[in-house]
């Protein structure tokens, strides 16, 4: 039986609109797996950005509290190192302040002149010389001189030996210093430096231990005292 002109039209529609669902069906398949593959890249992508992000700003994070740290290590070290200049800067102001009242020392005739004499005995028995010649002030010279005589006996009942002791008028102690005097064996090689400054650097030094603990208190950090 022969197809009319309206039943190939009516198939040909039937068929066109059968296509047609499927091409739509298809490309809300195609729609819908791209959206999910669009989803996972972009989730994806998000993720490993979001990673990087935090890689980055962990790295950042660490370098600042590096820099805090090395930052407040420097300003712990230049306060310490202002607090021990200040202490030195106390303990140097002191000891000029001491060097200053020496001079009293000097204006007192009797102790003056028993400083002496323990000045030039300690330094006879430092050298043990048959020859020893003594430096001072020019204003001490007769007060040398006198201590000279005085000490000669105790010295010699003390070693069991003769030492001759000369004054050298030629090179005097500068006339600014506080006193004392410095003694020089026979040919000059020898010296025993006994003015009053020096006896007192000597002293400093054998007892800033003791300075720092009574000006500052005791070390924490420190293990052994000696």
Sequence with gaps: ???????VQKQIKHMMAFIEQEANEKAEEIDAKAEEEFNIEKGRLVQTQRLK????YEKKEKQI?????IQMS???????LKVLKARDDMISDMLNEARQRLANV???????AALIDGLILQGLYQLLEPKVTVRCRKQDVQLVQASIQRNLTVYKAAVKNNVEVRIDKDNFLAPDISG???????????KVANTLENRLDLLAQQMMP???VALFGA???RKFMD
Aim: aromatic content about 6%.
């Design 53 to 56: 992000i935090m890689e980055y």
């Design 219 to 221: 070390n924490p950090n």
């Design 1 to 7: 039986m022969a197809l009319s002109d309206a039943d």
């Design 106 to 112: 000097a204006r007192d005739p009797a102790r003056y």
């Design 180 to 190: 004392g005097v410095e003694l020089y064996n026979g040919d000059g090689k020898i």
């Design 65 to 69: 509290e590096q820099q805090k740290k």
């Design 210 to 212: 003791d300075i720092r």
């Design 74 to 80: 420097n300003l712990m070290n230049q306060a310490r």
